[in-house]
Structures are given as C-alpha cells and as structure tokens.
C-alpha cells in the first residue's frame, strides 16, 4: 500500500483556458416565466460566471486547501486521494467521511477544526482522526475501469482505513456517502464502530414480509415521490446516458455551473437564495474542482453504476452497528422527512436527531451542529 | 404582409466560432472498451466532430436548402413568434393540402426526400393526380422559426396556429401528417377540427394515452405494448410516460 503525499497545484494554463472558456460562454436565451422555474436563471449565472472569470482567486483556494494534509493512496491500482486530520494531542476515534454528488472532500472541511479538537470550539466529545476521501472518479481520485457501486467504495475504504492502521472505525456521510457508509456497516460490522449519517441514501425492504406502513411512512413516501417527478430529472438522465451529458458539461464551465448550482440550491436550506446559505467563494471552489480535474464525467457515472450494477437490499439485510441520523431535512424543493420508524427498519437507531435547519450539505449548511451531533454519538459508543 | 419569402441566412463568422469550438473540444474519459453502454461512444464523437469541423460544408447545405419555396409566417395568435414553413405546390390538377410536422430532435430538414414525392409526383414515377401542395414549417424555437419568450406555446397553441397558417394560405380544408411533437400536434388538428381536416397520418404512434372507462379491458397485444413502453422508459430514463388528454377530450 503505497501512501504518497499530496498537494493540490494546478497547471497556470489549465485555469487560463477556463477563463477564456467562460469568457466565450454562448448563452441560451432566458426561460420564460419565473425565474429559476425551467431550471438555472440564467441571470444569476452570468453573474456567478463573471465572478469566475474575473474575480474569484483559485491560488488563494489553493492555498488553504494546502493547509489539510493530503495523500494519495494506490488501492488496487486506483489511487484515492484523501485528507488525514489527526485529533489535537494524539490518538482520537478514527472516523472517515464520506461526501456525495455534487460535492467533493471540500464539503468537510469545516468539519476538521470541530472534532480534531473539539474542545477548543466549545464542542464536548472526544476528539477525532478524519479522514476525508474522495469519491472514485471525483477530484483527485481516480475511478476503476469497471463498475462501481457503494459496496465498491465501502470495499476500498477498509482498505484504505486499514492501510492506515485504524482496525475499528465510524464511518459518516450523506448522499452517496451515506450509502458507502451503510454498506461498510453491512459488510464489515467487526470494524465498524457505529455511522453517523445526515441522508438517508438508501431505501430499506419494504416488500412482502415487512411490517405495514405507518401513517408517517405513508405520507413520506407520497411526498418522496412527489419530489422525484419534478426534481429528478437528472437522476433520470444521469443513471441512463451519463456519457452523453458528460461531453457537454465537460466542455462548458457555464453549461457545469448551470448543471451543479441548481443542485445545491434545491437541495439545501436556502430558501432559494444559494449565495445567502452557501458562501460564492465555496461554490466557484467546487465548480474549479470539478473542471479543472475532469471529472464530472466520472462522478455521474455513481447512478449508472448504481442503477445497473447496483446492490439490491433484501430482508436479511440489517444494519446492526449503531447508527445515528442527523436528519436535515429542510431542503428548499422539499423531499419529505423521514420518521424515526422508517430508518429503523434498516439500521440500529441509537441516536436520532431532527434538525431544524440545514438541507442536504450539512457539513456546509451546519458544521457545528453536524459536529456536535458526531461527538455526541461517539462519545456514547466508547 | 403576414407571409413573406424567406432565405435561409448564411453566416461566414458563425460557421468560423463553430470551428473554434470544434477545435477546442475538452473531451471527457471514456470507460475503455464501453463503446455506447454509458452514452455516445467517444470515438464516435470524435470521428464525427472531426468531420463536422474539416469537411462539412454548412453553406453548401444551405445552398440545397434555397431549392425549396420558404417563407415565415407572423399572426396574432403566435404573439408575435414568426413561423418559418417550407411551401411547394404541387404538380397536379387538384393538389391536396398536406402539412407535416416534424418533432424533437428533428426539424423541417427532416422532409426534403418526401417533398418532392408528394408535391411532384411525376418527378418520382407517381401520378400526378395524387399531388399534394406541401407545407412544413419549423416548429415555434426550431430552426428559423422564433424561440417564444413567454410560456404557454404548447402543442394546443401550435395546432391552432398552423390553421391560421393553412387559412392564410387560402386552404378551407387540409391533411396532416407528423412523427413525435408533430404526431401530438397533428392529432390535435383532427381532435380539434374535423370539419376542416381531410385525415391525419402518423408515422409514429401520438403520445395520448386513449381515455380508458373503468374496467376496460387491454387486448393482449395492447397490453404488451403498454409493458413494451414502459421497459423502454426505464431503460432510456423518460419519467413521464404517455400524458393523459383530459378525460372530456377522448371520450368516446
């Protein structure tokens, strides 16, 4: 298991072509109707791309993403690229997190300070060794040639866990992160201390032989639902011709920035106003990461592999590792709240804690609520 | 004047900005050996952009495209939106009037091969008295008609705008044909207007789903289709299969 340090420096000309790609966007014109209701308003990106163009300061982005330090770890000839934040003052609970889509190790960060030394920010709890990948095929990790599903990751993370010589772990994510997190739980409860999720990426068994709904169940579903008609068409698209957006959004920082915004502003708790809840200065880091690594390509290839080499879960499967949910749930294009009863049919509810703000990026949205909520969890454990 | 002679423009700098951004095609990765599993296989793309950039000759195209009769049409109900329509007479003592739709991703370019067969029949070893006067116009935000800037231009409002056109045209009566968008608005002109439409003809099944009374009963093969359809919007991500019609449109 070779571990290289890493440093993020990208090439001058890379983001030289970035500016001039954005400089010579050629812009559809605007939707009719309300702004943002036939998707990204095309004011609000003229004005997020000039600031890109002419404003916004990767060097400076660079600079502080210098200050976490970065490996590379080869894993079965992939390398993953990871963030290694050892507790203040020695030994702390070793806990890997894990992002989702769109998003990137960036969406973690501010949890770094919190629980590497949690006392110093007024956080009560033990401290923590983060770690903090990449997903396959996001950033600056690479993505194996064949298909990659949860169980994938979840399979490359012990490796990479143990590579590091922590033999019990937490495991913590939300989105695809959440779902990395249940399969590690699933396949190797012996290392697993306990997850600590903030989405409930995976929907349990409710087939024959499981207990009927519950009323709250019900309802959540029906609004669930609701949500995937008018929201998901880009899983829609996503699972079935991820190659065939990627050439356009590969090739367009406008037609990128578009394509991931909408995403963050449906999906957190910005009442539609993105900038008002998540800084412009994060944002455009997120974007320059996507671009100037090439990888949305490969990050969307996660719903396809998903969708068709996906895992299935069946009655028999249960997550017995303690489990605690953080339960953001106030998305501005609602997705419904989960009740308590529904995550239990899949996992060992030991903590759930209903957040009365924060959406789908909590350790964005709420580092320090999110934080809390972690430390809590496993200072219970041990 | 509502209807005016059209020439489809040609641009020297527009052609030139394409190269360039042919020329600085960002490529994505490719699974190796994935040919079309995830989408267009990149040395498709590659191949075809390449000829796009080296050897297509959009001007030539549009050269070809002057042989026809084209004109864009403005009127009220379109507010504002001109229509642009390809216009043939046909060769024959009593042409019918025929106007084809076309859908997505497709355009009046589409119909240069059927043109001629049906307005010059002879021309194709047909008889002139099955000749049609043909029109096909570009759908409002396709090709060189304009791209609507409010809501609300559906299928419906496309419909009664190609009567206008028909009626501006000086045609009491016509036939419709139409594949995709133009099968749902070609239905709509039959559903709509019986008195005035001779027939429709669709070379793809419209996309109304025939009302149902409760308790209907699928013949076999109906219900193979509906299956049929439904493992291919699974397959290729449609959400929303089949919009219903409202109940009063499709009652029998």
């Known amino acids: 298991m070779r571990i290289e340090p890493f440093k993020v420096a990208v090439a001058e000309q890379v983001l030289a072509d970035l500016k001039t790609r954005i400089r010579n966007t050629r812009w559809p014109d605007r939707a009719p109707g309300a702004p943002w209701s036939q998707g990204t308003d095309l004011e609000w990106l003229q004005n997020l791309m000039e600031y890109w163009a002419e404003q916004f300061d990767w060097r400076t982005q660079e600079q502080r993403l210098g200050e976490f330090a970065q490996f590379r770890m080869e894993i079965d000839g992939v390398q993953i690229h990871f963030v290694h934040a050892r507790a203040r003052g020695g030994r702390g609970i070793p806990l890997i997190l894990t992002h989702g889509w769109p998003s990137a190790f960036l969406e973690y960060l501010p949890l770094v300070p919190l629980l590497t030394d949690p006392v110093r920010h007024g956080i009560d709890g033990p401290a923590f060794d983060l770690v903090i990948p990449s997903l396959p095929g996001y950033g600056f990790s690479e993505r194996p040639r064949h298909a990659v599903n949860y169980r994938t990751v979840s399979a490359l993370w012990h490796r990479l866990m143990t590579g590091l010589e922590y033999e019990r772990y937490g495991s913590g994510g939300g989105d695809f992160g959440a779902g990395v997190a249940t399969l590690m739980a699933l396949d190797r409860p012996d290392s697993i201390l306990g997850i600590h999720l903030t989405t409930l990426e995976l929907a349990p068994y409710i087939g024959p032989g499981s207990r009927a709904l519950s009323p709250a169940e019900k309802a959540y579903i029906g609004t669930s639902d609701l949500w995937w008609q008018s929201e998901g068409g880009y899983k829609a698209i996503q699972s079935t011709r991820p190659q065939t957006l990627g050439y356009a959004l590969n090739d367009s920082p406008a037609g990128l920035a578009a394509w991931i915004a909408e995403k963050w502003r449906s999906w957190s708790d910005c009442h539609g106003d993105l900038e008002g809840r998540v800084p412009r200065d994060f944002l455009l880091t997120l974007l320059t990461l996507y671009w100037v690594t090439g990888t949305f390509t490969s990050s969307v290839r996660d719903y396809f592999d998903n969708r068709w080499h996906g895992i299935a879960l069946g009655p028999q499967d249960f997550v017995r590792s303690p489990t605690a949910i953080a339960n953001f749930t106030s998305q501005y294009a609602f997705e419904g709240a989960a009740p308590r009863e529904w995550a239990e049919r899949l996992y060992n509810i030991q903590r759930w804690t209903p957040m009365e703000r924060g959406g789908h990026f909590a350790p964005i949205e709420e580092p320090v609520a999110l934080a809390r909520d972690i430390a809590a969890f496993f200072a219970s454990l041990i | ?252």
């Not at chain 2, 608005?185 to 207007?193: C, D, I, K, N, S």
């Open chain 2, 1 to 252: 004047m509502t209807v005016q002679k059209f020439d489809a423009p040609y641009s020297e700098a527009a052609v030139e900005d394409l190269r360039r951004r042919l020329v600085r095609t960002r490529w994505p990765d490719q699974i190796p050996g994935s040919h079309w599993d995830y989408g267009v296989s990149l040395d498709y793309l590659k191949e075809i952009c390449a000829y796009w950039k080296d050897e297509f000759d959009w001007k030539w195209q549009i050269e070809k495209m002057s042989a026809f009769h084209q004109y864009r049409y403005t009127s009220p109900i379109a507010r504002g939106v001109g229509i642009h329509f390809v216009y043939e007479r046909g060769k024959g003592p009593a042409s019918i009037p025929l106007i084809l739709t076309h859908g997505w991703p497709g355009s009046f370019l589409e119909m240069p091969k059927v043109i001629p067969m049906l307005a010059d029949p002879a021309s194709c070893g047909g008889n002139t008295a099955d000749a049609f006067d043909v029109i096909v116009p570009s759908l409002p935000g396709f090709g060189f008609s304009d791209r609507p800037t409010e809501s609300g231009v559906d299928t419906f409002r496309i419909a009664e705008l190609w009567m206008e056109l028909m009626k501006e045209l000086g045609y009491q009566r016509l036939a419709a044909q139409g594949g995709d968008w133009g099968a749902d608005v070609t239905t709509l002109l039959g559903l709509h207007h019986p008195e005035r439409v001779i027939g429709i003809h669709f070379n793809t099944i419209p996309p109304y789903k025939p009302y149902l009374e409760a308790g209907t009963l699928l013949s076999e093969v109906e219900q193979a289709f509906l299956n049929e359809a439904v493992r291919w919007c699974e397959k290729s991500g449609a959400t929303i299969f089949r919009k219903p019609l409202h109940k009063r449109l499709l009652t029998a």
